[in-house]
């Protein structure tokens, strides 16, 4: 997706309820990285929770609010030095004893799956629901579900216990990322089945 068309479904999907953007961009380095970050910054600012995919020091750089950490990516107290004392920090987990070891770092959330098959992890293995639950039942943090979750699921994904879904095809693949938006913010405060075959 070209940088402003990005920024255009970000700030629509933003009208829509979204209310914490990632910056996952693994293909733009440089100097183009550096002002698209700083584009998503200013169209989140006072509106949504900005974090950076993988790089505290664009996240200092840019003012993010935090840093995504990769779950074998560098230890959290590292990525907090680096990004700064206030900024957020949540690791990827895709276990519980990964989602101990986040927790005993330090780590702000985590973001748990792969929850149903996703695009953007193609071949991952998808645990349903049933990974919410048990990272839920073991650590004190806010707990997100990733992987295949829109307006069809979003509900049984909460309804296992997490805080929060994380999305990328979803929204950004749909004609009206605002109207995509909307449909999951509306499902995500319903506790739904927690039938991890649907």
């Known amino acids: 997706m070209p940088p402003r068309e990005l920024i255009d479904a970000i700030d629509a999907a933003i009208q829509g309820g979204v209310n914490m953007v990632q910056l996952r961009d693994r293909a733009t380095t440089g100097r183009a990285r550096t002002d698209l970050a700083k584009a998503v910054r200013e169209v989140t600012r006072d509106r949504a929770v900005f974090v950076v995919n993988g790089d505290p020091e664009l996240t200092a750089q840019t003012g993010a609010d935090g840093v995504h950490l990769p779950e074998s990516a560098m230890p959290v107290s590292t ?22 070891s986040a927790a005993g770092q330090g780590a702000d959330y985590l973001i748990a799956g792969t ?84």
């Open 79 to 100: 990525a907090r030095q680096i990004a700064g004392p206030g900024a957020l920090v949540g690791r990827s987990v895709h276990s519980r004893a990964a989602a101990a």
């Open 115 to 198: 929850v149903y098959p996703s695009p953007s992890h193609p071949g991952g293995t998808a645990s349903g629901t049933a990974i919410i639950r048990s990272i839920v039942g073991m650590v004190d943090l806010p707990v997100i579900g990733i992987g295949g979750i829109d307006a069809s699921n979003a509900a049984r994904v909460m309804g296992a216990g997490a805080r929060g879904v994380a999305c990328i095809s979803a929204i950004l693949a749909a004609k009206d990322p605002r109207l995509a938006a909307a449909a999951i913010a509306k499902h995500i405060d319903q506790r739904g089945s927690n039938d991890d075959t649907q």
